[in-house]
């Protein structure tokens, strides 16, 4: 008998469940009206506040160009989308028990790749706030590629290009075209 409440209780931490509703899929009792009352009215709880879905990608920040980029912890790109001069980036790590932040680096120069198009060698840069907490967590970040298009403008003399973006630690890569 205990090991279905364990797992049960497992399952409900990693899933969210939350009192007898989630749990039961029924309605919550309510308190009947007190005799000493008859005209009270029934109190009705406050709506539930929306929340943000976990893995929306929220404001772009914009990328940051550093001398010596560098991620802080484990990270897995599992793919990019570009959406403009947004850079969209779906990963994958552990945590789940404090928030994680993301940073996207680079160190300001432009390579040139066999073909002899511009690169660009991006960090993605993954805080976890010391959060030790194993479940596998899918989110997604976005960053704003406005000081990449701008160093590449002022080293080019031209309005119009493309960079091939290749991330640190990844066979993962995307082609910024502007």
């Known amino acids: 008998m205990r090991k279905p409440v364990w797992s049960g209780l497992v399952l409900c931490a990693l899933l969210g469940c939350s009192g007898p509703k989630s749990s039961t899929g029924g309605e919550a009792p309510q308190p009947s009206p007190s005799a000493e009352s008859p005209t009270a009215a029934p109190v009705e709880a406050?709506?539930?506040?929306?929340?943000?879905?976990?893995?929306?990608?929220?404001?772009?920040?914009?990328?940051?160009?550093?001398?010596?980029?560098?991620?802080?912890?484990?990270?897995?790109?599992?793919?990019?989308?570009?959406?403009?001069?947004t850079l969209v980036v779906r990963v994958m790590h552990g945590g789940g028990c404090k928030?994680?932040?993301?940073?996207?680096?680079?160190?300001?120069?432009?390579?040139?790749?066999?073909?002899?198009?511009?690169?660009?060698?991006?960090?993605?840069?993954?805080?976890?706030?010391?959060?030790?907490?194993?479940?596998?967590?899918?989110?997604?970040?976005?960053?704003?590629l406005g000081p990449l298009k701008q160093r590449w403008r002022e080293q080019n003399k031209s309005e119009h290009g493309a960079v091939e973006l290749r991330f640190a630690g990844s066979q993962v890569t995307g082609r910024y075209t502007f």
């Open 99 to 144: 928030e994680h932040t993301y940073e996207l680096l680079w160190n300001g120069s432009f390579q040139k790749s066999a073909a002899g198009e511009a690169q660009a060698e991006l960090v993605l840069a993954h805080d976890a706030n010391g959060d030790s907490c194993e479940a596998l967590l899918n989110r997604t970040a976005s960053f704003e």
């Open 46 to 85: 406050p709506p539930a506040e929306p929340r943000a879905p976990a893995d929306a990608a929220a404001t772009p920040k914009p990328l940051q160009v550093t001398a010596s980029p560098a991620s802080k912890d484990d990270i897995i790109i599992k793919g990019v989308e570009l959406q403009g001069d």
